[in-house]
């Protein structure tokens, strides 16, 4: 099932970069955040920030190239923006071979329908820094890091072919190890939800992808000592007014453990938890590593309140992750076919 | 409290007071506590209820067994010596023995033998032979409370309180005075808490039937009910007692107790425990496209 969910949602996110119909251009216009609303407040004193919240919007990370440099639309254009974002991420299509038709059929079935909306606000990129919604260009790679990536690509190859060598060659969402329950958090297909716990003295985030928890301590301890890493990172966090801030570190070093395999060493994560209204919390992140990207960068996701009567259930992935053995068996299958890996052209 | 004590308008009820306190503190006075028993306590407040949030771990060896336990060696000795070897431990079941149905008791004995054996390559059998612990699936209910790892309740003022286990960083979210009803079975159940005076109480229903209850085989099924009740008794114990209820498994409920102890060390904080990387290689590793060097090919290409 992974396997096709990824392959087919990866095509569809190409899709959404390239295919766009070119607006106008339109005045800048930076997101509102309301100021009336008052912030509630828990008992011991904290902004209160506990509730179901979902993060689920079309809206790219990145600005497609076909909306030029604006970052936020008309109505109209939006409108027109969701539409088109939209057609590229469902399977109500038919535009591909039968295969391609039965992969969308079946991911169908796991689309968060919040998923098919772009923000409120109409921006064309989830990112806000820099101002072009793009991610900063990478600085060269040493060495060793592009041999691991080479090696992942090689990899990745073999897993789109259905050649997996061994389990060890799916990802790490394949093997429900982590899957966007390690921050940032950005959208997906589906559970898209968090639930945010609050008791005295820490923040405690429960995503639903998987069932892991980040329970933050909000009192200045220190981060864990540096050779004691985990695949969520460390979090610590302070309010600075009525927004949470998390710093993370202490990620694993395995490769794909970290966000975009930037550099565990000098990687640095921070994120802005604000009520903004009743109904909205602003998620901001930060990233910066000077050995992956050129300039630090941030983006914005809205998370809305979910209606309290929806709730989050528990999501088992590796308890019944059939999918894997599946992807095994049928790589053994196809090599005794003498199926092989198509070569890969080399990116760039 | 003392100054109802010395008013003089309800005597007799300030005489009885005053017996009943000097029954109290000459019971505990200058004694060292009794083991599982505490004075009487009244946990600290948070949004009126007992304030239960802190870093909590069993220490009862009750992950081996749940009952009477001897020490005994690992599953192989002959790799891990006393690596694998599990302690002795007495039973946490009130009574002492889990009171089986015939053929159940005989499934337990069955599950032990096989505990160690796996065989996911045939989708319906996939969870039917070993301790789901080796596998790294999520522990269920009561089991989770007694893995040796620390848990952490997280509760605030809201109407859910979250419980984190540290073992395959499972959670478990309570829902306090809840009517609605499960959607689904799930590995840890649907939980839903009340206050009985300084107990929470939490009903848990709607489970997979595949968990264990400890590495002896005890097991149940899917008509488990879990009823557990987490009872502060100082600002460093909380009494833990579960009533276990399946009709299928089981000739009565049964029920086990034990303490939860506080972590007090400066600055504790839940670690990671995922364990999916540690249990792929029994899962997974006979799909693996070559037989690694100097092991025997084991069906690699089945």
């Keep these: 099932m992974s396997r096709r969910f990824e392959s087919s949602v990866g095509a569809a996110l190409a899709a959404a970069i390239v295919s766009f119909p070119a607006l106008a251009g339109q005045a800048p216009k930076a997101p509102a955040i309301a100021t009336t609303w008052a912030v509630p407040h828990t008992p011991w004193g904290d902004p209160d920030l506990q509730g179901v919240w979902n993060d689920a919007t079309s809206t790219p990370l990145a600005r497609p190239g076909g909306v030029s440099d604006k970052p936020v639309l008309t109505d109209e254009e939006a409108a027109d923006f969701q539409r088109e974002l939209a057609y590229n991420l469902t399977r109500d299509r038919r535009d591909g071979g039968p295969q391609v038709d039965v992969n969308r059929a079946y991911n169908e079935h796991w689309m968060d329908a919040r998923r098919l909306t772009i923000t409120k606000d109409h921006r064309t990129s989830l990112i806000i820094d820099p101002p072009d919604g793009k991610i900063p260009p990478l600085v060269p790679l040493s060495p060793e890091r592009q041999q691991a990536r080479a090696a992942q690509a090689d990899a990745a190859a073999r897993f789109a072919a259905g050649l997996p060598d061994n389990h060890l060659e799916l990802s790490l969402p ?59 990172g460390d979090s610590r966090g302070h309010w600075q007014g009525n927004t949470l801030v998390v710093e993370t570190s202490n990620f694993r070093t395995d490769q794909g453990a970290i966000f975009q395999d930037a550099d565990p060493a000098t990687f640095r994560i921070t994120e802005r938890f604000t009520r903004v209204d009743a109904q909205t919390i602003h998620y901001e992140f930060t990233v910066e590593d000077p050995h992956t990207w050129t300039k630090p960068w941030t983006a914005m996701i809205p998370w809305t309140r979910i209606d309290p009567a929806e709730q989050m259930y528990e999501y088992a992935c590796h308890e019944d992750n059939y999918d894997i053995v599946h992807l095994l068996q049928g790589a053994r299958i196809r090599e005794k076919k003498g199926e092989t890996v198509p070569k890969r052209i080399p990116a760039r | 409290m003392r100054s109802r004590i010395g008013s003089a308008l309800i005597p007799v009820g300030s005489i009885a007071a005053l017996v009943v306190l000097w029954l109290v503190v000459t019971a505990t006075a200058g004694q060292a506590p009794t083991a599982g028993r505490f004075p009487s306590y009244r946990a600290p407040r948070l949004a009126s209820h007992p304030d239960l949030n802190g870093v909590w771990q069993a220490f009862v060896t009750a992950n081996w067994d749940v009952q009477d336990h001897d020490a005994q060696p690992g599953p192989h000795p002959e790799l891990m010596g006393a690596y694998g070897a599990g302690p002795a431990g007495q039973s946490i079941v009130e009574g002492g023995e889990i009171p089986y149905q015939p053929w159940a008791l005989a499934k337990k004995k069955e599950n032990f033998e096989k505990r160690m054996m796996v065989d996911v390559t045939d989708d319906k059998k996939w969870h039917d032979l070993g301790d789901p612990e080796m596998k790294c699936y999520m522990p269920g209910v009561p089991r989770a409370t007694y893995m040796p790892f620390p848990f952490q309740i997280v509760q605030g003022s809201s109407d859910y309180i979250l419980i984190a286990y540290e073992f395959a960083s499972t959670t478990r979210i309570i829902r306090m005075n809840w009517k609605i009803e499960a959607p689904a079975d799930s590995w840890m159940g649907w939980s839903r808490g009340r206050w009985e005076g300084d107990t929470l109480v939490v009903d848990v229903t709607d489970f997979r039937e595949q968990t264990w209850f400890d590495r002896a085989g005890d097991f149940h099924s899917d008509a488990l009910h879990v009823v557990e009740r987490y009872t502060p008794v100082s600002l460093y114990h909380i009494k833990y007692e579960a009533t276990i209820e399946d009709p299928k498994v089981f000739t009565r409920p049964w029920k086990i107790s034990f303490p939860l102890y506080r972590r007090m060390e400066d600055h504790i904080q839940l670690l990671e425990f995922k364990c999916v990387p540690f249990t792929e290689e029994l899962l997974y590793g006979r799909l693996r496209k070559q037989p690694r060097a100097g092991e025997p090919s084991s069906g690699g290409s089945r």
């Design chain 1, 174 to 232: 394949v093997r429900c190890i982590i899957r966007t329950d390690s921050p940032p958090y950005l959208p997906t297909i589906y559970n898209n939800d968090f639930q945010i716990f609050q008791s005295p003295g820490y923040v405690t985030i429960a995503p639903e992808m998987i069932h892991s928890a980040r329970i933050i301590p909000l009192d200045g301890r220190p981060h864990l000592g540096s050779t004691l890493r985990q695949w969520l």
